[in-house]
């Protein structure tokens, strides 16, 4: 503790910063993800992977958004989804956690009929069951 009659700019005045981290259970251990980027956030939902479809329901929401991301967290998330359901039924629902930030739906293509888009950054964890209700 610095002494009462420190200059804020002494040495012997420590600041404090806040931080704050995000962890998830790997292999039955604790791990630190990425941190996250500006307006960012760790966000749980419901993935569908399929021809022509890539949605997420996140559970927060009451909509289905179109997902799309970076290519590592996007190459991460399809080949999870094929791990969990090797031959899934058609558009099957997993539960994951992701990070990322909310945006607006693409232009064209098959997201444009989503209203909004989340866009993943990281791959979290995958769950065979969830923390919120299949729509």
């Known amino acids: 503790m610095a002494p009462a009659n420190a200059a804020p700019w002494s040495p012997d005045c420590a600041a404090a910063v806040g931080k704050s981290k995000v962890l998830t259970l790997r292999d039955g251990r604790l791990a630190e993800i990425?941190?996250?980027?500006?307006?960012?956030?760790?966000?749980?939902?419901?993935?569908t992977v399929g021809h022509e479809v890539r949605?997420?329901?996140?559970?927060?929401?009451?909509?289905?958004?179109?997902?799309?991301?970076?290519?590592?967290?996007?190459?991460?998330?399809?080949?999870?989804?094929?791990?969990?359901l090797p031959d899934p039924e058609p558009y099957t629902p997993l539960f994951m956690t992701l990070a990322g930030r909310f945006d607006k739906p693409p232009v064209e293509g098959f997201g444009a009929d989503y209203a909004g888009s989340f866009f993943a950054t990281q791959l979290v964890r995958v769950s065979p069951k969830g923390n919120c209700r299949v729509r």
């Not at 990425?34 to 993935?47: A, F, K």
């Not at 009451?62 to 094929?82: E, F, H, P, Q």
Request: charged share 15%; glycine share 14%; hydrophobic share 40%.
């Open 55 to 84: 949605s997420f329901a996140p559970c927060s929401g009451k909509t289905d958004l179109w997902l799309t991301g970076n290519a590592t967290a996007m190459n991460g998330i399809v080949a999870a989804y094929r791990m969990a």
């Open 34 to 47: 990425e941190p996250l980027g500006e307006g960012e956030q760790v966000t749980e939902g419901w993935v």
